[in-house]
T-cell receptor, first 114, second 108 residues
Framework: DADVTQTPRNRITKTGKRIMLECSQT?????MYWYRQDPGLGLRLIYY???????NKGEISDGYSVSRQAQAKFSLSLESAIPNQTALYFC?????????????FGPGTRLTVL | RKEVEQDPGPFNVPEGATVAFNCTYS??????FFWYRQDCRKEPKLLMS???SGNEDGRFTAQLNRASQYISLLIRDSKLSDSATYLC?????????FGKGTMLLVSP
């Protein structure tokens, strides 16, 4: 079984709809991250959480919100989806005790907003 | 904005060739460095961390030059399976900044 899982893997939705992307991990890591990837722009950080009570905005948090329901679960919500949020979304985890902060990624969610 | 710059490529090389990728970063306070590999439409996967003294893992060698803010990745004896996009990644205060990647295409 994969250590970092994301659901759904693919989603098509319409402008204005609320959508939630979910991430779960069995690695026992305390830190979790959400990124989006767009062609030509690379990966950009949306939100990150260093533990259950800690939530931080990343580079591009506008239009998104997150919830850290447990150490193993971190959800990303789009309250009112818009077409320019069409992208590939990745969740990642890392372990505070590892000084280099290597991050491990889930398989991604491909989101299309029509 | 923190920047990590890479040549997007593509680098087209034959099997068995040696190929090198370079990367520069803008924040001198960066703490640690990585190369990730990403196959088309898949998640990035950690290829190797880059240590100050340089490090090698099989056919892959990574070098760091802090004074020039420069990171390199050398791949020897390229395989078809090495075809992918290679992401240069910099850790600054527990968040990672990703380069846009360099595409490598290895042909028979």
């Amino acid at each position: 079984d994969a250590d970092v899982t994301q659901t759904p893997r693919n989603r098509i939705t319409k402008t204005g709809k609320r959508i939630m992307l979910e991430c779960s991990q069995t690695k026992g890591h305390d830190r979790m991250y959400w990124y989006r990837q767009d062609p030509g722009l690379g990966l950009r950080l949306i939100y990150y959480s260093f533990d259950v009570k800690d939530i931080n905005k990343g580079e591009i948090s506008d239009g998104y919100s997150v919830s850290r329901q447990a150490q193993a679960k971190f959800s990303l919500s789009l309250e009112s989806a818009i077409p320019n949020q069409t992208a590939l979304y990745f969740c990642a985890t890392s372990d505070t005790s590892v000084s280099y902060n290597e991050q491990f990624f889930g398989p991604g969610t491909r989101l299309t907003v029509l | 904005r923190k920047e990590v710059e890479q040549d997007p490529g593509p680098f087209n090389v034959p099997e068995g060739a040696t190929v090198a990728f370079n990367c520069t970063y803008s924040n001198s306070a960066s703490q640690s460095f990585f190369w990730y590999r990403q196959d088309c439409r898949k998640e990035p996967k950690l290829l190797m961390s880059v240590y100050s003294s340089g490090n090698e893992d099989g056919r892959f060698t990574a070098q760091l030059n802090r004074a020039s803010q420069y990171i390199s990745l050398l791949i020897r004896d390229s395989k078809l399976s090495d075809s992918a996009t290679y992401l240069c990644v910099v850790n600054e205060y527990s968040t990672l900044t990703f380069g846009k990647g360099t595409m490598l295409l290895v042909s028979p």
